[in-house]
Structures are given as C-alpha cells and as structure tokens.
C-alpha cells in the first residue's frame, strides 16, 4: 500500500496559535482522511480532505477552526487555528483507494503530537 | 447506521498463550471489516481484511480473524502470543453497499503480552 509522510511529528505550542500539519503520499490516492486521536482512545474523524474543492467536515468540526487543503492526489494540509490546550491531540492523515477499489484499506501517516500549552 | 464494539478495553495474555481481541459490528448492508494495530507513538497499521469469500482470513505477524455473519463479530485471532504484540487494536468497518460511507472504528482494545 501507499507510504504517508506526515509532519510535523510532534510540536509543542502556544495558545492562540496556529499550526499546520503536512501530509504527503508516495501514490495518487482516492481519498484523505484527518483524524483525531487522544492517547490510548479511537479515532474521531475530522474531515474529509477533497480534492480542488473545500474538505466535507464532520458533526463537531469547522472550517474555520480546521482548515484543510488539498491541491492534489498525493498531499493536504490540516492547520488547527486558534489552539487551545484542549486541542492537545494527535492528529492523523489517512489515505484511501490509490486504484479506486473500493475493497482497499486505509493507510495512516505516523500521526503528529501535539501539545497546546 | 454503522457501529464497532469491542467489548474489552484490555487483554491480557501469557506470552506463547493464543490470544483473542473480540469485534462486533452493525451496518445495514454488508461488510467489509479490517483490523488495525497501533503500537506506541505510532500511526495505524493495517493487520488484515474480510471482502468476501472465506470466513477466515490471515494476516500480518501470523494473525487471523473469522467472520461470523449470523454473530456480526469479526475476532481477531493469533495462535501463540509474543510480548512484542502488545499494542493497541482497533477493529474497522465499512458499509459495501455505500461507497460513500466512511469507516467506522471501535473503541480500541489494548493487547498486554505477559513474559
């Protein structure tokens, strides 16, 4: 399956801030996924990251508060806006379909850390 | 609507004991389901699939799982543990007859293998 490189790893920033997280795939995927994770917890999906077109963004996410890119098939961005310490998470890019079948998998980046102090 | 139970939070197991990390599902059409592990500080990894065909499919690191339609549960299976599989699992499912729908994900089990 397709290799996802996703940073930054972990950081650690002040609130009121912003951050913006990279996700880049080794192959043209379908779809891309943004997920948030608490340590030891399942996943909450964030959004969907479309293509050319604003992201589909789950009950409980805002564009304005998650804004997303994706210029193309292999790359998107997630910038958490604004972070409170609440936003403290580990946030995931996922991947979908490189073939369009749609038996396939998801594939995860190793996820950034963040801490909103 | 879709769901994912995994009714134990943790397991644990002696190391060279068979292990069991338990999945049921809902969705209204049919499945497709995955197993995912997680190890620490780590993203998702895929551990193994049921599309069709065969209730017992393999996988990575000698796992296994069986699909059970009549008990909607998709168990994840390995015959002899290893400390090094413990972990974090999570078990996935996606509706095959909604091409739209998302995956949808349990809770998590976490996976201690005891020396």
């Known amino acids: 399956s397709a290799v996802i490189s996703q940073k930054p790893s972990r950081d650690i920033c002040q609130r009121g801030t912003s951050l913006t997280i990279q996700c880049q795939v080794d192959?043209?995927?379908?779809?891309m996924f943004w997920y948030r994770q608490q340590p030891g917890q399942s996943l909450t999906l964030i959004a969907t990251a479309n293509q050319g077109s604003e992201a589909t963004y789950e009950s409980g996410f805002v564009i304005d508060k998650f804004p997303i890119s994706r210029p193309n098939l292999t790359f998107s961005t997630l910038t958490v806006s604004n972070m409170s310490p609440e936003d403290s998470s580990i946030y995931l890019c996922?991947?979908?379909?490189?073939?369009?079948?749609?038996?396939?998998?998801?594939?995860f980046g190793e996820g950034s850390r963040l801490t909103v102090l | 609507a879709q769901s994912v139970a995994q009714p134990e939070d943790q397991v644990n197991v002696a190391e060279g004991n068979p292990l069991t990390v338990k999945c049921t599902y809902s969705?209204?059409?049919?499945?497709?389901l995955f197993w995912y592990v997680q190890y620490p500080n780590r993203g998702l990894q895929f551990l193994l699939k049921?599309?069709?065909?065969?209730?017992l499919v393999k996988g990575s690191y000698g796992f296994e799982a069986e699909f059970n339609k009549s008990q909607t549960s998709f168990h994840l299976k390995k015959p002899s543990a290893l400390v090094s599989d413990s972990a974090l699992y999570f078990c996935a499912v996606r509706d095959r007859d909604n091409y739209g729908q998302n995956f949808v994900f349990g809770p998590g089990t976490r996976l201690s293998v005891l020396p």
């Open positions: 996922s991947g979908w379909g490189p073939s369009g079948s749609a038996t396939g998998e998801l594939f």
């Open positions: 049921y599309i069709t065909g065969d209730n």
């Open positions: 192959s043209q995927v379908t779809m």
């Open positions: 969705v209204s059409g049919n499945p497709y």
